[in-house]
Protein backbone atom coordinates (compact mmCIF):
# COMPACT_ATOMS: atom_id res chain seq x y z
CA UNK A 1 0.00 0.00 0.00
CA UNK A 2 1.21 3.70 -0.70
CA UNK A 3 1.99 6.63 0.64
CA UNK A 4 -0.79 8.93 -0.32
CA UNK A 5 -0.36 12.22 -1.17
CA UNK A 6 -0.42 15.17 0.70
CA UNK A 7 -3.68 16.51 -0.90
CA UNK A 8 -5.68 12.94 -0.80
CA UNK A 9 -4.81 13.94 3.44
CA UNK A 10 -6.20 17.39 3.69
CA UNK A 11 -8.84 15.98 1.85
CA UNK A 12 -9.47 13.26 4.40
CA UNK A 13 -9.03 15.54 7.42
CA UNK A 14 -11.17 18.10 6.04
CA UNK A 15 -13.91 15.00 6.14
CA UNK A 16 -13.59 14.17 9.21
CA UNK A 17 -11.59 11.59 8.60
CA UNK A 18 -8.96 10.12 10.23
CA UNK A 19 -5.39 9.41 8.71
CA UNK A 20 -2.52 7.40 9.84
CA UNK A 21 1.01 10.10 9.85
CA UNK A 22 4.18 8.81 9.99
CA UNK A 23 7.49 9.99 9.17
CA UNK A 24 8.42 8.97 6.11
CA UNK A 25 7.63 5.90 3.56
CA UNK A 26 10.06 3.36 5.63
CA UNK A 27 9.83 0.49 6.82
CA UNK A 28 10.81 1.59 10.08
CA UNK A 29 8.18 4.48 10.73
CA UNK A 30 5.85 4.47 13.32
CA UNK A 31 2.66 6.20 12.81
CA UNK A 32 -0.01 8.16 14.93
CA UNK A 33 -4.05 8.07 14.37
CA UNK A 34 -4.37 12.23 12.91
CA UNK A 35 -7.44 14.03 12.71
CA UNK A 36 -8.75 17.70 13.09
CA UNK A 37 -9.22 18.72 17.20
CA UNK A 38 -12.43 20.11 15.73
CA UNK A 39 -13.50 16.71 14.38
CA UNK A 40 -13.12 15.36 17.64
CA UNK A 41 -16.10 13.20 19.07
CA UNK A 42 -16.26 10.18 21.68
CA UNK A 43 -16.50 7.72 18.66
CA UNK A 44 -13.01 9.08 17.41
CA UNK A 45 -11.57 8.89 21.09
CA UNK A 46 -12.92 5.30 21.21
CA UNK A 47 -11.45 4.47 18.07
CA UNK A 48 -8.42 5.71 18.89
CA UNK A 49 -7.80 4.08 22.26
CA UNK A 50 -9.20 0.71 20.69
CA UNK A 51 -6.78 0.43 18.06
CA UNK A 52 -4.09 2.83 18.97
CA UNK A 53 -3.13 2.42 22.19
CA UNK A 54 -1.39 5.07 22.63
CA UNK A 55 -1.50 8.58 24.63
CA UNK A 56 -4.21 10.71 23.05
CA UNK A 57 -2.33 14.17 22.58
CA UNK A 58 -4.44 17.48 21.39
CA UNK A 59 -1.74 19.36 19.73
CA UNK A 60 -2.10 23.02 19.93
CA UNK A 61 -0.10 26.44 18.54
CA UNK A 62 2.32 27.52 20.85
CA UNK A 63 -0.29 30.94 20.55
CA UNK A 64 -3.17 29.30 21.85
CA UNK A 65 -0.71 27.92 24.83
CA UNK A 66 -0.37 31.13 25.99
CA UNK A 67 -3.86 32.41 25.60
CA UNK A 68 -4.82 29.52 28.09
CA UNK A 69 -2.13 30.03 30.60
CA UNK A 70 -1.11 26.04 30.04
CA UNK A 71 1.99 25.74 32.32
CA UNK A 72 4.91 23.66 30.10
CA UNK A 73 6.57 20.73 31.69
CA UNK A 74 10.50 21.90 32.62
CA UNK A 75 12.84 20.66 29.66
CA UNK A 76 14.76 18.75 31.61
CA UNK A 77 11.34 16.17 33.01
CA UNK A 78 9.96 16.00 29.55
CA UNK A 79 12.96 14.05 27.60
CA UNK A 80 10.36 11.70 26.40
CA UNK A 81 9.65 14.82 23.61
CA UNK A 82 12.14 12.87 22.04
CA UNK A 83 9.86 10.54 20.57
CA UNK A 84 7.69 12.95 18.90
CA UNK A 85 10.74 14.84 17.62
CA UNK A 86 11.27 16.86 20.51
CA UNK A 87 7.56 18.22 20.97
CA UNK A 88 6.67 20.39 24.40
CA UNK A 89 4.92 18.47 26.63
CA UNK A 90 2.33 20.80 29.23
CA UNK A 91 0.57 19.74 31.87
CA UNK A 92 -2.31 17.49 31.61
CA UNK A 93 -6.17 18.81 31.19
CA UNK A 94 -9.35 18.37 32.32
CA UNK A 95 -13.07 19.10 31.53
CA UNK A 96 -15.96 18.40 33.34
CA UNK A 97 -16.69 14.94 32.28
CA UNK A 98 -14.04 12.98 33.14
CA UNK A 99 -12.15 10.29 31.63
CA UNK A 100 -14.71 8.98 29.27
CA UNK A 101 -14.04 9.40 26.00
CA UNK A 102 -17.19 11.67 25.40
CA UNK A 103 -15.48 13.32 28.37
CA UNK A 104 -12.06 13.45 27.01
CA UNK A 105 -13.53 14.86 23.52
CA UNK A 106 -15.07 17.28 25.47
CA UNK A 107 -12.00 18.70 26.67
CA UNK A 108 -10.17 18.41 23.49
CA UNK A 109 -13.20 20.76 22.15
CA UNK A 110 -13.22 22.98 25.03
CA UNK A 111 -9.42 23.23 24.68
CA UNK A 112 -9.92 25.03 20.65
CA UNK A 113 -13.33 26.91 21.55
CA UNK A 114 -12.69 30.26 21.09
CA UNK A 115 -14.51 30.69 24.35
CA UNK A 116 -12.58 28.92 26.53
CA UNK A 117 -9.85 30.06 29.58
CA UNK A 118 -7.49 29.17 31.77
CA UNK A 119 -10.30 28.90 34.47
CA UNK A 120 -12.45 26.86 32.66
CA UNK A 121 -10.10 23.59 32.53
CA UNK A 122 -8.93 21.43 35.53
CA UNK A 123 -5.10 20.74 35.34
CA UNK A 124 -4.10 17.84 35.76
CA UNK A 125 -6.23 15.49 33.89
CA UNK A 126 -6.72 12.90 31.44
CA UNK A 127 -6.03 14.81 27.76
CA UNK A 128 -2.58 15.53 27.22
CA UNK A 129 -1.66 18.66 24.98
CA UNK A 130 1.74 19.41 22.91
CA UNK A 131 2.97 22.43 21.69
CA UNK A 132 3.77 22.88 18.26
CA UNK A 133 6.09 25.19 16.74
CA UNK A 134 5.14 28.19 15.29
CA UNK A 135 5.96 27.72 11.32
CA UNK A 136 4.52 23.93 11.23
CA UNK A 137 6.67 21.20 10.04
CA UNK A 138 9.01 23.20 8.52
CA UNK A 139 10.35 24.56 11.70
CA UNK A 140 10.06 21.03 13.13
CA UNK A 141 9.37 17.70 11.21
CA UNK A 142 7.08 16.28 14.52
CA UNK A 143 3.86 14.65 13.79
CA UNK A 144 2.79 17.23 16.45
CA UNK A 145 3.50 20.16 13.46
CA UNK A 146 2.15 18.12 11.12
CA UNK A 147 -0.94 17.22 12.80
CA UNK A 148 -1.46 21.14 13.36
CA UNK A 149 -0.76 21.46 9.24
CA UNK A 150 -3.10 19.43 8.31
CA UNK A 151 -5.55 20.79 9.85
CA UNK A 152 -4.85 24.47 9.24
CA UNK A 153 -4.59 23.27 5.46
CA UNK A 154 -7.95 21.51 5.38
CA UNK A 155 -9.51 24.97 6.72
CA UNK A 156 -10.05 23.79 10.07
CA UNK A 157 -8.35 25.40 13.24
CA UNK A 158 -4.74 24.61 13.55
CA UNK A 159 -4.78 22.15 16.68
CA UNK A 160 -4.89 18.32 15.63
CA UNK A 161 -5.81 14.84 17.82
CA UNK A 162 -3.14 12.65 17.60
CA UNK A 163 -2.60 9.08 18.94
CA UNK A 164 0.99 6.68 18.50
CA UNK A 165 -0.10 3.13 17.01
CA UNK A 166 0.58 -0.05 18.83
CA UNK A 167 0.78 -3.44 17.41
CA UNK A 168 -1.43 -6.33 19.23
CA UNK A 169 1.53 -7.31 21.42
CA UNK A 170 1.62 -3.90 22.96
CA UNK A 171 4.65 -2.78 20.29
CA UNK A 172 5.06 0.16 18.57
CA UNK A 173 3.45 -0.68 15.26
CA UNK A 174 5.94 -0.22 11.89
CA UNK A 175 4.84 0.74 8.70
CA UNK A 176 4.28 -3.02 7.21
CA UNK A 177 1.77 -3.03 10.27
CA UNK A 178 0.43 0.26 9.43
CA UNK A 179 -0.05 -0.50 5.80
CA UNK A 180 -2.62 -3.72 6.67
CA UNK A 181 -4.13 -1.77 9.15
CA UNK A 182 -5.03 1.06 6.87
CA UNK A 183 -6.11 -1.17 4.48
CA UNK A 184 -8.17 -3.02 6.75
CA UNK A 185 -10.25 0.32 8.02
CA UNK A 186 -9.95 1.93 4.41
CA UNK A 187 -7.64 4.53 5.89
CA UNK A 188 -4.98 6.73 3.86
CA UNK A 189 -1.21 6.99 5.44
CA UNK A 190 0.73 10.52 4.71
CA UNK A 191 3.95 11.41 5.39
CA UNK A 192 5.31 14.58 7.27
CA UNK A 193 8.11 14.13 4.88
CA UNK A 194 5.56 14.77 2.21
CA UNK A 195 4.07 17.91 3.99
CA UNK A 196 7.16 19.25 4.04
CA UNK A 197 7.96 19.67 0.60
CA UNK A 198 3.99 20.14 -0.33
CA UNK A 199 4.06 23.43 1.79
CA UNK A 200 7.80 24.39 0.54
CA UNK A 201 6.50 24.05 -2.89
CA UNK A 202 2.99 26.11 -2.45
CA UNK A 203 3.23 28.16 0.39
CA UNK A 204 5.52 31.83 0.21
CA UNK A 205 7.63 32.00 3.49
CA UNK A 206 8.99 35.04 2.71
CA UNK A 207 7.61 38.74 3.08
CA UNK A 208 8.30 41.62 2.03
CA UNK A 209 7.75 44.59 5.25
CA UNK A 210 9.94 47.52 4.43
CA UNK A 211 11.69 49.94 1.65
CA UNK A 212 13.66 52.58 1.93
CA UNK A 213 16.43 54.44 -0.20
CA UNK A 214 19.57 55.92 1.34
CA UNK A 215 22.93 56.92 0.62
CA UNK A 216 26.39 55.13 1.42
CA UNK A 217 29.79 56.49 1.17
CA UNK A 218 31.02 53.58 -0.72
CA UNK A 219 28.29 52.74 -3.47
CA UNK A 220 26.65 56.35 -3.71
CA UNK A 221 22.45 55.43 -3.59
CA UNK A 222 20.91 52.30 -2.53
CA UNK A 223 17.51 51.11 -2.58
CA UNK A 224 17.45 48.72 0.95
CA UNK A 225 14.27 46.15 0.85
CA UNK A 226 13.53 44.10 3.77
CA UNK A 227 12.41 40.61 4.06
CA UNK A 228 10.66 38.67 6.88
CA UNK A 229 11.37 34.92 6.69
CA UNK A 230 7.79 34.09 8.13
CA UNK A 231 9.22 30.48 9.83
CA UNK A 232 11.75 32.13 12.40
CA UNK A 233 10.90 35.44 12.24
CA UNK A 234 13.64 36.34 11.27
CA UNK A 235 14.75 39.52 9.02
CA UNK A 236 17.20 39.57 5.78
CA UNK A 237 18.01 42.92 4.09
CA UNK A 238 18.50 43.25 0.00
CA UNK A 239 20.95 46.43 -1.56
CA UNK A 240 19.60 47.25 -4.79
CA UNK A 241 20.82 49.76 -7.25
CA UNK A 242 19.83 50.59 -10.42
CA UNK A 243 17.26 48.66 -12.82
CA UNK A 244 17.01 44.90 -12.52
CA UNK A 245 17.00 43.40 -16.27
CA UNK A 246 16.23 40.04 -16.10
CA UNK A 247 17.55 39.53 -19.85
CA UNK A 248 21.43 41.07 -18.75
CA UNK A 249 23.59 39.35 -16.13
CA UNK A 250 23.27 41.04 -12.77
CA UNK A 251 26.33 41.70 -10.30
CA UNK A 252 24.94 39.95 -6.85
CA UNK A 253 26.71 39.66 -3.58
CA UNK A 254 25.31 37.22 -1.05
CA UNK A 255 26.76 38.78 2.08
CA UNK A 256 26.71 36.76 5.88
CA UNK A 257 26.30 38.99 9.01
CA UNK A 258 29.82 39.65 10.59
CA UNK A 259 29.52 42.13 13.21
CA UNK A 260 32.40 42.41 14.30
CA UNK A 261 33.77 42.62 10.50
CA UNK A 262 31.19 44.79 8.95
CA UNK A 263 30.85 47.29 11.69
CA UNK A 264 33.99 47.69 13.79
CA UNK A 265 36.15 46.54 11.07
CA UNK A 266 37.89 43.66 12.76
CA UNK A 267 41.21 42.75 11.41
CA UNK A 268 40.57 39.05 12.53
CA UNK A 269 38.89 39.59 8.81
CA UNK A 270 37.89 41.05 5.48
CA UNK A 271 34.28 41.12 5.68
CA UNK A 272 33.73 44.48 5.94
CA UNK A 273 36.54 45.05 3.29
CA UNK A 274 34.20 42.48 1.07
CA UNK A 275 31.16 44.13 1.34
CA UNK A 276 32.34 47.75 1.17
CA UNK A 277 34.02 46.67 -2.13
CA UNK A 278 30.55 45.00 -3.48
CA UNK A 279 28.81 48.29 -3.02
CA UNK A 280 31.76 50.09 -5.02
CA UNK A 281 31.87 47.35 -7.80
CA UNK A 282 27.72 47.27 -8.45
CA UNK A 283 27.97 50.98 -8.33
CA UNK A 284 30.47 51.07 -11.24
CA UNK A 285 28.57 48.44 -13.18
CA UNK A 286 25.49 50.18 -12.77
CA UNK A 287 27.59 53.82 -13.58
CA UNK A 288 28.88 51.94 -16.65
CA UNK A 289 25.76 50.65 -17.97
CA UNK A 290 23.91 54.13 -17.62
CA UNK A 291 26.47 55.86 -19.90
Do not use: W
Not at 62 to 79: A, C, F, H, Y
Not at 266 to 277: A, L, P, V
Amino acid sequence: MSIASVEEGIEEIRRGRMVILVDEDAPESDGFFCLAAEKIDAQSVNYMLHHGRGIIYVTLTDERIRELSIPMVPEENSRLGGLLCGASFSVSLEGVHGVSAEGRAHTIKAAIADETRHEDLVIPGHVQPLQARSGGVLARSGRTDASVDFARLAGCKPAGVICQILADDGSVALLPTLERLAQQEDLKIVSVASLIAYRLRNESLVRRVAEEEFPTIHGGMYRAIVYRNEVDGLEHMALVKGDIDRAEPVLVRVHSECLTGDVFGSERCDCGDQIRQSLRLIDERVFGMLI
